[in-house]
């Protein structure tokens, strides 16, 4: 079997058996369309070490970051390892392959302070009732609250809300719910936007979508884009946190920092944010050490 044939074949795997996100698959199958694209559409029997070197070198040569190539040699493992498990192949290539250490590069957040400030805002824009801003008040309280990534709120239809106990059922990466917890404010801005702005929202839908059971709207009444959400926090959150390419995923960063700088224990919020390995949630101890760091040599006499 050549090589893009293979390639097809384990995407499919990927997003039929294993649920990953369509992101997740199109990142593999680009990386190792550009693996094709380097040392030719081989039979995947055919691929040995020195393709796989080459490949890694031509990327370091186009100047490509270390977390690209890291990137790229972990799709380059899990295919040929699909590969072998499957007995397509005699010997794994990969398994000699090395790759550069990734730089640690820690998320971007805003202060509890900064993000009162951003929200009070938004609870004042939505005191007009204008359906729009009632979303987007909801949204980033939401997105804060319950410290979920913007595919899965994007994702999340009205039964999927429990009022009662505060809680949202997502569907996260791999296809696995969770459910999180998300506070009074967020609670207050939910109920408005449900009894003033979907509505209002739900009014200006097509025909063929008027019956949709989607949480968040967009202007025409169907299911909120996650290029929409980015767009509302990234001209929100973007002038406090110093950037105009931040997205949703601020927020999350954000709220597991807080969590953490509030006591939270590290397994609840991993727990909370979905992440499979502890090591994930353990990037936002550095960023409260770090901020923790700052605030002594700032403070202290003696630093």
């Known amino acids: 079997m050549e090589m893009s044939a293979a390639v097809a074949a384990w995407t499919g795997h990927l997003s039929d058996v294993r649920r990953l996100s369509p992101a997740t698959v199109r990142a593999y199958r680009s990386d190792l369309v550009d693996l094709i694209e380097t040392i030719g559409d081989l039979p995947v029997e055919q691929v040995d070490l020195e393709h796989l070197r080459e490949w890694l070198w031509s990327a370091t040569k186009a100047g490509k970051a270390r977390s690209t190539i890291a990137r790229r040699t972990a799709s380059a493992r899990a295919f040929f390892d ?3 498990e499957t007995e397509q192949i005699p010997t794994d290539p990969s398994l000699r392959l090395i790759a550069p250490k990734r730089g640690r590069t820690l998320p971007r957040v805003a202060t509890a302070d900064a993000m009162t400030l951003v929200l009070d805002a938004a609870a004042a824009r939505a005191a007009t009732e204008d359906p729009i801003a009632l979303r987007d008040h909801a949204l980033l309280e939401l997105l804060y609250a319950a410290a979920v990534r913007v595919s899965e709120v994007c994702g999340l239809d009205l039964n999927d809300v429990d009022p009662s106990r505060a809680t949202a059922r997502v569907l996260g990466k ?13 609670a207050r801005a939910l109920d408005a936007y449900l009894r003033i702005g979907r509505p209002a929202l739900l009014t200006r839908a ?12 967009g202007a025409r009444g169907g299911r909120l884009s996650q290029r929409t959400a980015y767009d509302v926090v990234s001209r929100t959150i973007g002038p406090v ?6 997205g949703p995923h601020a ?10 700088d509030g006591g939270a224990d590290l397994r609840a919020v991993q727990e909370m944010l979905g992440h499979a390995s502890l090591g994930t949630t ?10 923790l760091t700052a605030t002594y040599k700032l403070a202290h006499p003696r630093a």
């Open 82 to 84: 699909w590969l072998l």
């Open 174 to 186: 791999g296809a696995k719910e969770r459910v999180v917890p998300y506070g009074a404010p967020a």
């Open 206 to 217: 097509a025909a063929d979508v008027a019956a949709t059971p989607a949480l968040f709207l």
């Open 241 to 246: 946190i110093g950037s105009s390419a931040v």
């Open 251 to 260: 927020l999350r960063h954000s709220a597991a920092t807080h969590l953490l």
């Open 282 to 291: 353990q990037i936002y101890t550095h960023v409260s050490s770090e901020r």
